[in-house]
């Protein structure tokens, strides 16, 4: 069973349109993150949700839009795509408490063309 | 502000040679530490982490690490290295109480010679 699964895996598009991208958990943790990855392998936050609330939002153009419908997924939606939002996506989550690790998902690839 | 450095963006070993990449911390107090690898077209996995106690920790795979408190580092180590370690690792660091967003390096690539 995966614990953190994104789809899709790849994603291509052109300039303008809006996607998104899918993350669930089945590790039963309250707070769930997206992460960017550029084209250099630089991982930055974007986003924390923390039992669909959001307690972290970095330097994000509001094109970006998570959603939240449980604690159990964190959907990120990307209106009108640009050249530069081509990265590496991230989906990650923790439990709220306690010290542990973040488990990551596989990644979604975006490509805008 | 709180970093994570990897002085190394690219490390190259000879398989069976022993391997250590370095990392650097810059906060406060001190960090939850973790190492994660990243296989190519993979996510991240995470190798091991240190929260305290014992300064060396074991993790997955034969990699070890060593925090030390006097150098602000955890470096990864392992004594012999196969060619399936070729990957990109990623140091990462937590503030003790914080948002619980992970502050990463920027990451080496090893490259693993026959």
């Known amino acids: 069973d995966t614990a953190v699964s994104q789809t899709p895996k790849y994603l291509v598009t052109q300039m303008g349109n809006d996607k998104s991208i899918k993350c669930e958990q089945n590790?039963?943790?309250?707070?769930m993150y997206w992460y960017k990855q550029d084209s250099k392998k630089f991982l930055k936050i974007m986003f924390s949700?923390?039992?669909?609330?959001?307690?972290i939002n970095e330097t994000v153009p509001n094109r970006f839009s998570p959603k939240s419908p449980d604690k159990a997924h964190l959907n990120l939606h990307i209106n009108s795509l640009e050249l530069g939002d081509s990265a590496v996506y991230f989906c990650?989550?923790?439990?709220?408490?306690?010290?542990?690790?973040?488990?990551f998902g596989q990644g979604t690839r975006l490509t805008v063309v | 502000a709180q970093s994570v450095t990897q002085p190394d963006i690219h490390i190259t070993v000879s398989e069976g040679a022993s391997l250590e990449l370095r990392c650097n911390y810059s906060y406060g107090a001190t960090p939850y530490l973790f190492w994660y690898v990243q296989s190519p077209g993979q996510g991240l996995q995470l190798l091991l982490k240190y929260f305290s106690g014992d300064t060396l920790v074991q993790g997955i795979k034969g990699f070890e690490a060593e925090f030390k408190r006097s150098q602000s580092s955890f470096n990864l180590r392992k004594p012999s290295v196969h060619w399936s370690d070729a990957a990109e690792y990623f140091c990462a660091a937590l503030r003790k109480g914080s948002a619980r967003q992970l502050t990463f390096g920027s990451g080496t690539q090893l490259t693993v010679l026959p």
């Open positions: 590790l039963g943790h309250d707070t």
């Open positions: 949700y923390n039992n669909k609330e959001l307690i």
């Open positions: 990650a989550s923790s439990p709220r408490g306690g010290n542990t690790e973040a488990f």
